[in-house]
Structure formats: C-alpha cells, structure tokens
C-alpha cells in the first residue's frame, strides 16, 4: 500500500511562517502530481497547492505570494513553505499523491495523508 505521513504543523502568530512536509512511501512506481488541501471548521476541503512530476505549479487565490509548494523527487517529498500567515489560514492541512503502483499497469490511484494541524492566533 501506500502512506502520506505529514509534518510541520502547529501554533504560530499572525505574520509568522511554517514549513509543512509530507512524504510518500510504500508500494511507488511513480507519483504524478502531489499537492496540500485545507479544511477549516464547518468549511469544505479546499485546495491550497499542488505541482506536477514537471514541477509546474496551481495555487489557491488566497495563498498566492504567500504559499510556495516544492517537491524533492528523490525523497518523495513535497513541501508547503507558509510566510504571512493570516488566522483565515487556520484549517487542518492534507497532503494528496497521485500515485502509480504498478509498473505493468498505467492506473494511477489519489492517497491521502491523515491531516497535520495549522493554527494562526491573531
């Protein structure tokens, strides 16, 4: 099978910055695209950012400028740099893979990470 295991969440005041990371392990033959997701409280999931295996990347309105998503290949990791955090920023932050497990078979499957938890005080 296939784990996300994220890291880097926690309490910081308004204006500061965090690094969320999120590796992938298990069964991999290749990742496509990753990304982070945010859900906040009474709110939907909603997408933060994501970068293809080409590096090209798609952010949320609310975060461009402030947000920089990366990936580091051979570690199969991706990274979510957060400066100027606002307390609208508050939510638990997914990470997504796309992920092919099979070298025989193109089928590529969506994995989760269980959630790492961002907290902007004012």
């Known amino acids: 099978q296939v784990q996300l295991v994220e890291s880097g969440g926690d309490l910081v005041q308004a204006g500061g910055s965090l690094r969320l990371s999120c590796t992938v392990s298990?069964?991999?033959?290749?990742?496509?695209?990753m990304g982070w997701y945010r859900q906040a409280p009474g709110k939907q999931r909603e997408l933060v950012a994501t970068?293809?295996?080409?590096?090209?990347?798609n952010y949320a309105d609310s975060v461009k400028g402030r947000f920089t998503i990366a990936r580091d290949n051979a570690k199969n990791t991706v990274y979510l740099q957060m400066n100027s955090l606002k307390p609208e920023d508050t939510a638990l932050y997914y990470c997504?893979?796309?992920?092919?497990?099979?070298?025989?078979?193109?089928?590529?499957?969506?994995?989760w990470g269980q959630g790492t938890q961002v907290t902007v005080s004012s």
């Open positions: 997504n893979a796309v992920v092919r497990t099979r070298a025989f078979s193109t089928r590529e499957n969506d994995y």
């Open positions: 298990g069964r991999i033959f290749s990742i496509n695209a």
């Open positions: 970068i293809t295996n080409y590096s090209v990347t």
